[in-house]
């Protein structure tokens, strides 16, 4: 068959139509559509084989070879000098052929308008869901900002929540993971329990702080435990802690145990506040309205003592306290009945402030001393305190008219954080004492005054009996009774004031000299006194009173008190141990010329008998009278 092509043709490679292939410009569209179906769809067609076993891209490869450059088709007739050419199919075998790629296709389900369409739809769910896709992510970033923001603000108030507790000082937290036994706690609740903070945080069982609970609340304090535990139920209670130096403190725990949905014990946490200073305080209270009650009742110096110490000493968990009567001149104190706890010894008894330290000075200024532990404080000898079981002590000094009469102390074995409100309350406590013992000591005063008057009133009512009696029978006129009775009874008058104004024991020598004689002092130079301060029992000093006014009523009739220049003197002194006397001398000068008397009467008398029962001289010699008194200092200055 003609090519249609010439030589030249062939050799310039340009091609000219030919009408004559025609069937193969038809194929050649066929080809270039089939090119243009998706990718997918002709792996689809591939795979589907046809009923010969052929697959409709083997069959688009048999039945559409490629033309070279020059247009012709490799193996075609057409191609000069080339072997086993084939022969172009005509166009109805093109038909067939498509018909079959039809009837394939259709077989297949992969017609190119329903591949195309559900490539549309798939392009469309792949974009739809692209656009969900991002829109999760934008909500995802956001969720994940949120729960950053969220973590971040949780870890804030984790710390400020943890430096609260820390802050507070008196606040802590536990979380008790029960399966496990394992006890997470923060450091202020560690230490509460004597733990250390870095194995609470870790967690530790449960004994590790029970350990800490004090043995007489451990056994309740556990039963209850128990019982939330078993019961899901709340835990509220207050307890003790004794430390590792043996100190006690309060906490109030409060918590909650949870089970799991089993009904198994899950997890218990809670939290504990220290309450001890709220717990002192409570008893420090109860304590002052105990004392207020007790010492109502008491009179006397010793209960009184006893009673403050046991009250004092037992709302401070304290060993021993009580009160002691301080001699500042000789640096000593009597300790009275004190009050101990149970294995210490008691102190009552004379002790030397010097033994023991020199924090005495403090007391002598009037300062508190507190001592937290004698072994570190350099006022102390902490070898002597020990001894009399003492490691920390409080000494409360009270002070009158600027010296140091007594002094209130707490004692304890332990070493001892006293703080403020125990310092108020040993100094309540201290005054509270100081009064009552004031009050015990003026009440006594009023018994030993009023007995005192009684028999004072009775001697005295004797006296104006016996000198009315004896002035009215030796009187040689009534008028000259009546006179000589009324200078004695005012003499005796002046005596009272004497004794009234000072000291009711007795009255001071000088004073009753001066009082005695006050009647007769007609004005300077008149009477010389001179001797020491020395005072004398109520019943001397009346005796002595009626003495001198009987001396000065004789110079002032017969003596030296009878002319202007005249002049008295009077002496007194107290001799040498062991048993000192005492001496008045009565001496007269610059009077009439003097003799004994020639008769005796009352007020003669009444000097013969002398102070106390001791002796009296009455010398006459021409200068002037000189009487001498002696008495035992001992009988002078008793009270009756």
């Given amino acids: 068959m003609p090519s249609g092509r010439s030589g030249a043709d062939r050799v310039s490679g340009r091609s000219r139509p030919n009408p004559g292939h025609q069937p193969a410009r038809r194929f050649s569209g066929a080809g270039f559509r089939m090119a243009k179906r998706s990718r997918r769809d002709r792996r689809a067609i591939d795979r589907k084989p046809d009923d010969r076993g052929r697959t409709p891209h083997r069959l688009g490869r048999l039945s559409c070879p490629r033309a070279t450059r020059d247009g012709t088709i490799p193996g075609s007739q057409e191609e000069p000098g080339v072997s086993g050419a084939i022969t172009l199919p005509s166009y109805e075998d093109l038909a067939a052929e498509n018909a079959r790629l039809r009837e394939a296709l259709g077989r297949a389900g992969h017609d190119a308008q329903q591949a195309e369409a559900r490539s549309t739809r798939r392009e469309s769910a792949a974009r739809a869901d692209t656009r969900l896709i991002r829109a999760d992510l934008a909500v995802s970033e956001r969720l994940v900002a949120d729960l950053r923001a969220a973590q971040a603000a949780a870890r804030i108030s984790e710390e400020r929540l943890a430096l609260a507790f820390e802050a507070s000082g008196s606040l802590g937290w536990w979380d008790w993971d029960i399966p496990a036994d394992r006890l997470y706690a923060g450091p202020v609740f560690a230490r509460m329990f004597g733990v250390d903070p870095a194995l609470a945080a870790a967690g530790v069982p449960l004994a590790a702080f029970e350990a800490g609970i004090h043995p007489d609340d451990r056994g309740r304090i556990g039963e209850r ?3 939330v535990v ?6 509220d209670e207050e307890y003790r802690l004794q430390h ?5 403190s309060w906490i109030h725990a409060r918590g909650r145990c949870y089970h799991d949905e089993a009904g198994r014990p899950l997890r218990y946490p809670g939290v504990a506040l220290d309450v001890t200073a709220a717990k002192r305080g409570e008893r420090r209270r109860d304590a002052l309205m105990a004392l207020g009650d007790r010492l109502r009742d008491l ?7 006893h009673a403050g110490a046991e009250v004092m000493a037992q709302a401070l968990d304290a060993g021993r306290a009580g009160f002691g009567l301080v001699d500042q001149t000789h640096g000593t104190v009597v300790v009275q009945p004190d009050w101990c706890r149970p294995g210490m010894v008691s102190v009552a008894g004379p002790h030397r402030f010097r033994d023991y330290g020199s924090f005495v000075d403090d007391l002598a200024r009037g300062e508190l001393v507190v001592v937290g532990d004698a072994g570190t404080d350099p006022r102390t000898d902490a070898a002597a305190l020990r001894g009399i079981g003492v490691r920390a002590l409080v000494n409360v000094p009270i002070v009158e008219r600027g010296r140091l009469v007594a002094v209130v102390f707490v004692h304890d074995d332990r070493p001892q954080r006293w703080d403020p409100g125990d310092l108020r309350f040993i100094r309540t406590v201290a005054d509270r004492i100081q009064a009552a013992v004031a009050r015990a000591r003026a009440e006594e005063r009023q018994s030993v005054l009023n007995h005192e008057l009684s028999h004072r009133l009775k001697n005295t009512l004797a006296l104006v ?6 002035t009215l029978r030796n009187a040689p006129t009534l008028a000259e009774a009546g006179a000589a009775l009324a200078t004695r009874l005012v003499a005796l008058g002046k005596a009272h004031d004497i004794l009234l104004s000072g000291d009711i024991a007795g009255a001071d020598v000088a004073a ?14 008149r009477f010389r006194l001179d001797g020491p301060a020395l005072e004398i029992g109520p019943s001397a000093a009346l005796s002595l009173a009626l003495i001198l006014h009987e001396l000065a009523t004789n110079a002032a009739k017969y ?8 002049t008295v003197t009077v002496s007194w002194a107290v001799g040498p141990a062991p048993d ?5 001398t009565w001496t007269e000068a610059g009077g009439p010329p003097v003799a004994p008397p020639r008769r005796k009467g009352f007020g003669s008398r009444l000097i013969g008998r002398g102070l106390a029962g001791g002796g009296v001289a009455l010398r006459y010699p021409p200068e002037g009278v000189v009487c001498t008194l002696t008495a035992p200092l001992a009988g002078l200055r008793s009270e009756t």
């Fill in 580 to 584: 000192p006397a005492f001496r008045l």
């Fill in 230 to 235: 078993a019961a899901a139920a709340d835990f």
């Fill in 465 to 470: 009996q016996s000198v009315a009696a004896q």
């Fill in 512 to 525: 009753l000299v001066a009082g005695a004689l006050a009647l007769h002092d007609g004005g300077p130079g």
């Fill in 559 to 566: 003596g030296a008190l009878s002319v202007p220049h005249g």
């Fill in 244 to 248: 590792a130096d043996g100190t006690v």
């Fill in 299 to 305: 009179g006397e110096v010793g209960p009184i003592a």
């Fill in 225 to 227: 435990i128990r019982q």
